[in-house]
């Protein structure tokens, strides 16, 4: 007999208490929200979703139609259910509070409502992220301050890929699990129980036209991936990069591998390309819980304590054995 997300929510929440009815709610939402977007990318041109909005983000990235479209997808989706205290996202260069007509929750929602933006014209997978907080701060107001918590403190994550099949993939410190949608039925079913990354693996994802700009220590860990059975590594590597966060780690949960987006010398002062709160942090988690490991090449990325909304952070993650490797290089380089 098949499990329906509603079910599977229902159940953790009666069985371990392992969620407060809220949160079940939340989830519910985010998922609903999700296959509004899943809708809205299927139809493509049809639809007239595809192409620049021509309008820039709060980090000067050009935004597409989908991007708009997703974020009002979620926010419209979240605002009314007397769940959450706020939101935060991407497209949004401020926290957006849950409106005074509508009664407040105390949980904080953060998301990338479409990554691999670059993907969307040229119908490529893509994605939705999605992290959760719980507000520290007693009383009614909720400040940018409530979000900036360590991602160790996520109550649940997950991301939903648009791609072949739409899928939702989820924890709620639990393990992870994922949810195929059934179009017809309208439902995600549970397809995928406690996924677990292998510990090794021969495949590894970075854009490598970024080559000349890397550090000495990812350098070297590609290298030695490149030089196959003659190197030191003494196996073939085999290499993807699909340009969608999303999708890259959904193999990786799927079949395993290691995915780097690293600091390099493009742009010295940015910490990396990819932000800690709705993408690094959503997607360490699920890595971890699947028993994978998380990196900013010297600590877990789920340690580090944000400063601002929209930080940036080098990332690797992925197979334990290669994160383990490629921290390895970073904190002593001599080995
Ligand atoms: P977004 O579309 O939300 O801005 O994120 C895109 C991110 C990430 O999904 C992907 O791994 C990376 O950018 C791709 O960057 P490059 O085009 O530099 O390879
Ligand atoms: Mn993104
Ligand atoms: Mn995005």
């Known amino acids: 007999m098949s499990v329906s997300l509603s079910r599977y929510l229902v159940e953790k929440q009666r069985a371990k208490g392992h969620i407060t009815p809220e949160l079940r709610l939340l989830l519910e939402?985010?998922?609903r929200a999700c296959k509004g977007i899943s809708h809205a990318v299927t139809k493509g041109a049809l639809g007239g979703v595809l192409g620049s909005a021509h309008s820039e983000n709060v980090q000067g990235e050009v935004q597409?139609?989908?991007?708009?479209?997703?974020?009002e997808v979620l926010i419209e989706a979240n605002e009314w259910g007397g769940h959450l205290a706020a939101m935060a996202s991407e497209e949004m260069e401020e926290i957006h509070v849950v409106p005074n007509r509508y009664p407040q929750g105390e949980y904080l929602l953060l998301f990338d409502p479409l990554d691999g933006s670059s993907n969307i014209d040229v119908n490529v997978s893509i994605?939705?992220?999605f992290s959760v907080l719980k507000k520290t701060s007693t009383g009614s107001e909720v400040c940018t301050?409530?979000?900036l918590q360590s991602g160790r403190n996520q109550v649940a994550a997950g991301y939903c890929v648009y791609g072949p099949q739409t899928t939702l993939v989820l924890t709620v410190?639990?393990?992870v699990e994922m949810f195929t949608l059934d179009k017809e039925q309208g439902s995600f079913i549970l397809t995928h129980e406690n996924v677990q990354i292998p510990h090794e693996t021969q495949e590894f994802a970075i854009n490598m036209s970024n080559m000349r700009h890397w550090d000495a220590p990812v350098k070297r860990y590609v290298d030695e991936c490149l030089a196959g059975t003659e190197g030191v590594r003494g196996k073939n590597f085999?290499?993807?990069w699909i340009a969608s966060m999303v999708a890259d780690v959904h193999r990786i949960l799927t079949r395993g591998g290691v995915f780097m987006y690293p600091w390099d010398k493009r742009e010295p002062h940015k910490p990396g390309k990819l932000r800690l709160m709705y993408e690094a942090n959503p997607m360490?988690?699920?890595?971890?819980?699947?028993?994978?490991?998380?990196t900013n090449g010297v600590k877990p990325i789920l340690d580090i304590t944000p400063t601002s909304l929209h930080e940036r952070v080098s990332v690797v993650l992925g197979s334990k054995a290669e994160v383990d490797r490629i921290t390895a290089y970073h904190t002593h380089p001599e080995h």
């Open 29 to 31: 939402v985010v998922a």
């Open 64 to 71: 597409k139609k989908l991007d708009i479209i997703a974020n």
């Open 127 to 129: 994605g939705t992220i």
């Open 145 to 147: 301050q409530d979000f």
């Open 173 to 175: 410190g639990d393990g």
């Open 238 to 240: 085999n290499m993807r």
């Open 284 to 294: 360490s988690w699920l890595v971890e819980q699947a028993g994978g490991a998380s």
